[in-house]
């Protein structure tokens, strides 16, 4: 296993989790970001950081959530504040060269986000 996520639980509309992804082996790791797919939907950017932690995040997400990584380990989590119902999906962290090209993959860690 190259990307492993964990931290998804249940949780109720405005409270808080907090998902973190650790890479092993050889994965590149320049560029790290968690993905998300919501039932019946296809797969959508939430946020990545680069190497030089440099962020970027999805709209819907700006200003709840935050990415941050630890270089030496490497690692990423993701702070998830003030969470909606439409935050529910299966969240993906993902690494790669750079913030285009993602061609490692996590498992998934489910977040469901009840009203």
């Known amino acids: 296993v190259q990307l492993q996520a964990s931290g998804g639980g249940l949780v109720q509309a405005g409270g808080s989790l907090r998902l973190a992804c650790a890479a092993s082996?050889?994965?590149?790791?320049?560029?790290m970001g968690w993905f998300r797919q919501a039932p019946g939907k296809e797969r959508e950017f939430v946020a990545d950081?680069?190497?030089?932690?440099?962020?970027r995040y999805a709209d819907s997400v700006k200003g709840r959530f935050t990415i941050s990584r630890d270089n030496t380990k490497p690692t990423i989590d993701l702070q998830m504040n003030s969470l909606k119902p439409e935050d529910t999906a299966l969240y993906y962290c993902?690494?790669?060269?750079?913030?285009?090209?993602?061609?490692?993959w996590g498992q998934g860690t489910l977040v469901t986000v009840s009203s």
């Open positions: 993902a690494a790669g060269p750079n913030l285009y090209t993602w061609n490692s």
């Open positions: 082996g050889r994965t590149v790791t320049n560029a």
């Open positions: 950081i680069a190497w030089n932690t440099v962020t």
